[in-house]
């Protein structure tokens, strides 16, 4: 299965007439095949960087289908409605990611994915994405067992990893890795803002210092999504 990553640049006086033809033209025509479907639908909190930015992911069942979506995209049934969305956006920047093979989210039932604009109560996201300056399946490995598992062991966490992606060959920065994680605590993460991490967590052995002999240069948005993104 591929995901398409996109951050949408928005137009700020065109944000709710973007977001409209996103939930009642985009979603459902590209649900008319089985083969893709939109996943989130993410905006970025104000006051957490640039403004008016949206992100997007999209599952296509293999590389078939991500081929045949393109191509709806380009000349088909899709080409009408990405030229009406160009005209609510600056830009758009798109990758296209593989999961991790031990992300989470793997398979997806892609029928099962509502495309009916549901609402519900929107979800925080902290996405992080790095760029390692170690090799980066050793990187992706040190997620795994210095983060992932010790999160999950821990039975409670301020974050819930969600799905964890790298770049496909051919797309994107070849050394990128992103988390998505759903926020569970919004005390915690109140509180991650606005205190130092303490020395001691900074300490030979902890987290935050040896992932330092994997990277240092890493990315964190805070994700909201909308009222009716089919995942939440």
């Known amino acids: 299965m ?53 992100v997007t992911i999209t599952a296509a069942r293999d590389g078939a289908a991500w081929e045949g979506l393109a191509q709806r995209v380009q000349s088909g049934d899709l ?33 099962n994915v509502p495309t009916d604009g549901s609402i519900h109560e929107p979800t925080l996201y902290m996405e992080d994405t790095g760029w390692p300056h170690a090799a980066l399946d050793d990187y992706i490995d040190f997620w795994q067992e210095g983060y992932f598992e010790p999160m999950r ?12 992606f790298q770049s496909a060959f051919g797309s994107g920065r070849r ?24 020395p001691e967590l900074r300490a030979p052995g902890q987290f935050m210092h040896e992932a330092l002999s994997y990277r240092d240069q890493w990315e964190s948005r805070l994700l909201r999504t909308s009222a009716w993104s089919p995942m939440f």
């Open 175 to 198: 050394k990128e890795a992103i988390l998505m994680q759903r926020i569970t605590d919004q005390r915690a993460l109140m509180h991650l803002l606005t205190t130092e991490i303490a």
């Open 153 to 164: 062991n821990m039975g409670r966490s301020m974050l819930d990893i969600q799905a964890v």
């Open 2 to 54: 591929l995901f398409i990553h996109e951050t949408h640049s928005v137009r700020g006086a065109n944000e709710e007439l973007f977001e409209q033809a996103m939930r009642d033209e985009w979603m459902t025509t590209l649900a008319k095949t089985d083969d893709a479907r939109l996943l989130w639908y993410c905006v970025q909190a104000h006051g957490t960087g640039p403004a008016y930015k949206v």
């Open 79 to 111: 080409q009408a409605l990405a030229r009406h969305l160009d005209e609510f956006r600056h830009r758009v920047d798109s990758k296209v990611l593989l999961a991790v093979r031990w992300s989470p989210m793997q398979q997806l039932d892609l029928g």
